[in-house]
Structures are given as C-alpha cells and as structure tokens.
C-alpha cells in the first residue's frame, strides 16, 4: 500500500506572469513525478509563492504545520531544503527537534536528505546546506538592497503606495504625480499650521469636515481620526518640496522582517523629483515652527498655546473657558491645589500685556527690515564650520599617510597600523557625518518671511502666533497679574528690563 505524503512548494519572487509562477508548477510536476515513481500517494499540497525563506511566518507553511501537529499529517517533501527555508538555525530546529518530536517524516529529495535515515551520531551534511541557503539569502537580501538604493539615488521611487497626497504616474511607476482628491490637503495642512494653529486643532479641524486620513483612505473608509503623528510626518518629508524622501524605514534583518525607523541623516534624498505641494521656503518655515513650539492640545484656538507658564511652580498654564471668557491657570494647581496657587489671567489681559510688551522691543530697531536681519542672525541654527571641518578632514588623512609611512618604515609592526588606520577611519567617517547632517539642517526662517511678521505684529492689536514662537521662549505669569517675558532674541538692556508688566 503507497504511503500517504503531502506537499509543500516554495518561490520568494513570482517569475511567471498572472496566476502561479513557473517555478511553482515546475516544483508540483518534479513532486509528482517523484512520489508515482516511488511509491508515494500525494493527499496534499501547501504553497508559499513569493515568500521569503528566511521567515518561516507563511501562510502555506502555517497550515502545513497545523495539520502535522493535528496529527492528520505524517510525512511531507519539498524540491530541496532550500524550499523549507533559508533561515539556518530555525530550519534545524524544524528538521532535528519539531519534526523528531512529533513523529513527521520531512524529504529534500534533490539533497537526497530524509529525516527516518539522517545520522543522529555523526554531523550532517544537511548542516552544511542550510547554512548555504542561509549565506544565499543573506547574499541575495545585500544584492537588492545595493539595487534599491541606487535607483533612489537617481530619484526613482520605489514604495508600493504613494506618499498621502501624491498618486504614481501610469506613465512611469517609478514617478510621482500630485492626487487631485489629496494634495490640497496637504497644502491646507501647511497653511493653517504656518498660520498658528497646532497639531492638535489641524486634526480636530479636519475629522469634523470627515477628510479620512491616509491609514483610513487606503482601506477605503469615509472619515477617521487623525492623529499629531501623522501630521507631523506630512511637516517633515522633504517628499512634499519634491524632494523624493527613501528609506525612512527599513527591514531590521533580512532574517527579522519588522520595520525600524531610519535617522534623516540616513534618508535617501532626491532633489526636484517631482512636483513640489509647497514650496521651499513653506517648507523651511514648517521645520523651524515645529523646533519652537509646544502642543497643548487644547480646543480653544489662540496665539499663546504652549508658551504660558506658571511663575511660581514653573509648570505650564492651560486656557480654562469660562462663560465668554478664557482663563490661563497653572497645571499644577488644576491637579492639586495644594502644590501651588491658580495664577489666574483672563487671554484678553495677557494679550494686551504681551503686545504691549513687545511692541517697543520691536521698535527699538530702525526698521522692520533690521530687525528681521536681527532675528534670523539669533534664531539660525547651529551648524558646524564647513572650514573646520575640512581642515580636521586633512589633518586626519595626513595622520593616516605618516602611519603608512611609518609602517613601510618599520617603525610600527602590523597590528598597530591597522589599529591606527581604522580609528583615523572612524573619525573620518563621523567628520563626514556631520557634514552631511549640516547640510540638511533648515537654515531657520527667512528675511523676508520675518519681516512680514514684525509687520504684522506691529500693525495688528492682536499678537502673531508663528512670530511669538519664533520671538519668546515662555511667558511667565505672576501671582498678581504681572507678566515676565524670556526672550529668544537679544534685546536692548533698557529695554529688556522693562519686559514685565503690571
């Protein structure tokens, strides 16, 4: 009587096109043929097509092993051991302890392997195949990777989805085109966000107009709730200055197929790929607007959120509303009364007391223009000197030539050299890094775009929320009404002893 068999077929990448690929059918006719030949009655058959070897979480082999373990199954066969998996260590936990333990009699039949005749006091030379296929897999895994990056280098993109707001060109799937549905979306994020607004009420405003956001578009669903993370993403992707943004993530291990995320100093930047949503100088805007503020969350829109705090205990005041009126009162107080006292202040005071705190710092300048030089001079970030970065560069490399010279000499033996040689490496490299990271730093706000700001704050009676996150780095509120203001920019000393109010 011919003994009952099932099998199991494998491919990573499908290599016909529509349906199964070839390389699947070619596995089922060989099995076939094997298994008449010798005796064998097939009475199942699993299939993973275009899974990965190196995980063995695949939904063919995962009902291949629920029935080996339900018993219903006693022996199955694959091509080679390659089918079963690339994954060393797991696969001869599978083949020498799982398979052993339940009884189940697993064949590679090209690799001639049989787990009823495999040698239990000697090594195997199945040991020696997966770790083979193993090495195979992670040399293939580096392969693609070297080909992925190099075609988004030339601004190729790559993912299966476009970024929210774009759609791939049916023209050309590497090229992006912006989504007529999504990408006023998009610019309406930057709009309110430039215009004060945080997080917080960008996402309130957009679920009570029902906009889905893109986790809830890509299944198909009206509406959703949008969350600060993915508002502060759509802020930061250089993607949305046609900037082509890869490899923000990546696979842990071509083994481990979790994803991690990927420093932006790692990101894989290509300039002017393709339609830009907003523009550069937005975009830039947006980068030093989220450096400067803090989210509160709170429902009510006005220009102080995250910038008022509590003189006494140092916590944040949050605006409380009551009746027609709104009210900053200390956090610590609203917890626990006993840890400090409400420091309560109507917006409406706190404004007028801001403003006319401001206004003649403002003033002292000649001109708006000047003072706008003046805070783009104070608020521009830190970024290392290009020249003294290129002058430790040559200094490094004429250290690495003297030690080179020095070993030709035989002033200093081999491993010393070597020693020598990688640690200048390392420092190279790093110097390298930092120029890099320099290079993508946001230059922080324009002229231009700060002197329409002091404009406006000199014009208008009420305060201008971007300018303030750029101007003040907290507004201190006294027991008795007073108002502190710490300054981001160097003003005056007589007129900075004059910014607190009564």
């Excluded at 016909?16 to 596995?27: D, K, L």
């Excluded at 707001?165 to 610019?187: N, S, W």
């Excluded at 006494?312 to 605006?319: A, E, K, L």
């Excluded at 002033?411 to 020693?419: C, H, P, R």
Aim: net charge positive.
């Amino acid at each position: 009587m011919s003994e009952p068999i099932a099998l199991y077929l494998r491919l990573s990448a499908a290599d016909g096109e529509g349906g199964e690929s070839g390389s699947i059918a070619n596995q089922r006719a060989f099995l076939h043929r094997w298994a008449d030949e010798n005796g064998y009655r097939v009475v199942a058959e699993f299939q993973d097509d275009g899974y990965t070897g190196t995980d063995f979480d695949r939904p063919g082999f995962q009902r291949l092993m629920a029935q080996l373990q339900s018993g219903r199954i006693r022996c199955f066969a694959t091509t080679d051991l390659s089918r079963l998996g690339r994954n060393c260590g797991q696969a001869l936990t599978l083949v020498e302890e799982t398979f052993q333990r339940l009884g189940v009699r697993y064949i590679a039949v090209n690799d001639g392997y049989d787990t009823r005749t495999a040698s239990r006091e000697s090594l195997d030379p199945s040991v020696f195949k997966f770790l083979l296929n193993e090495l195979y897999a992670k040399d293939c895994s580096a392969k693609v990777l070297r080909a992925k990056r190099t075609l988004q280098r030339e601004g190729k993109f790559l993912g299966g989805q476009a970024p929210y707001g774009y759609r791939i060109d049916p023209a050309d799937k590497y090229h992006l085109l912006p989504e007529e549905d999504t990408a006023p979306v998009v610019q309406r994020i930057y709009r309110l966000f430039l215009a004060g607004q945080t997080l917080g009420q960008i996402a309130r405003r957009l679920e009570a107009e029902g906009i889905p956001p893109p986790a809830a578009r890509r299944a198909g669903r009206d509406g959703g709730r949008w969350s600060t993370a993915t508002l502060r993403r759509i802020l930061t992707l250089p993607t949305y200055r046609g900037a082509l943004t890869q490899h923000v993530t990546e696979m842990t291990s071509y083994k481990v197929h979790t994803r991690r995320a990927v420093p932006p100093e790692q990101w894989v930047v290509c300039e002017n790929a393709h339609p830009p949503l907003v523009s550069g100088e937005e975009f830039r805007q947006a980068q030093c607007l989220l450096g400067n503020r803090r989210y509160t969350g709170q429902k009510a829109e006005h220009p102080f959120s995250g910038l008022v705090f509590c003189a006494g205990c140092g916590g944040r005041m949050y605006p409380h509303r009551v009746g027609r009126y709104c009210y900053f009162i200390c956090g610590t107080y609203a917890k626990d009364p006993t840890r400090c006292t409400a420091h309560r202040l109507r917006e409406d005071k706190l404004e007028q007391l801001v403003a006319g705190q401001l206004r003649p710092l403002l003033q002292a300048a000649a001109d708006p223009a000047q003072l706008a030089a003046c805070l783009q001079e104070q608020l521009r970030p830190d970024r290392p000197d290009p020249a003294r970065l290129q002058a430790r560069l040559d200094r490094l490399e004429a250290q690495r030539r003297q030690a080179y010279a020095d070993r030709l000499e035989g002033l200093i033996g081999a491993g010393e050299y070597a020693a020598a040689a990688a640690r200048l490496q390392r420092k190279q490299e790093e110097l390298r890094r930092q120029w890099q990271a320099a290079d993508q730093t946001p230059s922080g706000p324009s002229r231009d775009w700060l002197t329409r700001r002091v404009e406006r704050l000199l014009a208008l009676e009420q305060p201008d929320r971007p300018l303030l996150g750029q101007l003040l780095r907290g507004i201190f509120v006294q027991e008795d009404g007073r108002v502190e203001l710490r300054l981001a920019f160097a003003a005056p000393e007589s007129k900075r002893k004059n910014a607190v109010g009564s």
